[in-house]
């Protein structure tokens, strides 16, 4: 019974050619983030939507967008992916009224040609 | 601004016990957690430590002092199938949300 999906598990994309990852929950959690992971590096959040409300990090670049339509739905949009865009996203959400810990999705690894 | 340091890289036997050990310096700390991740897929929570002391749970426990800035991740008996990195975050207190910021990892690699 898997609580936060990201499809596809593996993505691979064209340079500049826009690619959306998504995620689904069924934890019905408030929050929402997405992160990217770069081989042998930490987790580094992009943005978190806590309700509808998106918050993006300050160091996030513009090339990276989100859109969350529902409560269960997250997407993340690369406009125009570059090389360095290549790495494992991360879906993890949240519920601030219950529990303090984060849940992860499996994974998206993007592949930039 | 946040600083978390953990070691790069441990080896241990089987059966053995291994303490991976991390620092911070943080301001707003409101919370450590520590999550294990294979290669290759997500972060699984383990433990989370808010007050100082230790928490235990089955063959992990996780140590806390705020004062000093430090945590560890104490694995008893160790599995082969605990060869995985283990990932420090800190939490920060008024950012509203459960937002984490997270150390590098250790990986940790269990022989026979």
């Known amino acids: 019974d898997a609580m936060v999906i990201q499809n596809p598990r593996y993505q691979v994309t064209q340079f500049g050619k826009p690619v959306t990852l998504s995620c689904s929950q069924t934890l019905n959690h408030n929050v929402m983030y997405w992160y990217q992971q770069k081989s042998s590096q930490a987790p580094k959040l992009l943005f978190h939507?806590?309700?509808?409300?998106?918050?993006n990090e300050a160091d996030t670049p513009d090339n990276f967008q989100s859109r969350r339509p529902n409560t269960s739905f997250c997407f993340l949009d690369i406009r125009s992916p570059g090389l360095g865009d290549a790495a494992m996203y991360l879906c993890?959400?949240?519920?601030?009224?219950?529990?303090?810990?984060?849940?992860f999705g499996p994974g998206t690894r993007l592949t930039v040609t | 601004g946040q600083n978390i340091d953990q070691p790069t890289e441990m080896t241990a036997t089987e059966g053995a016990i291994v303490q991976i050990n991390c620092t911070y310096q943080t301001s707003g700390f409101n919370g450590l957690f520590w999550y294990q991740q294979h290669a290759g897929e997500a972060p699984t929570f383990l433990s989370y430590?808010?007050?100082?002391g230790l928490e235990e749970k089955g063959r992990f426990s996780s140590f806390l002092s705020r004062s000093k800035g430090y945590s560890y991740l104490l694995l008893k008996e160790l599995q082969m199938k605990d060869s995985a990195s283990y990932l420090c975050?800190?939490?920060?207190?008024?950012?509203?949300?459960?937002?984490?910021?997270f150390g590098t990892g250790t990986r940790l690699l269990v022989s026979p």
């Open positions: 975050a800190v939490r920060r207190r008024n950012t509203g949300f459960q937002k984490l910021v």
């Open positions: 430590n808010v007050l100082d």
């Open positions: 939507y806590y309700d509808k409300d998106f918050n």
């Open positions: 993890a959400t949240s519920d601030t009224q219950t529990r303090y810990e984060q849940y």
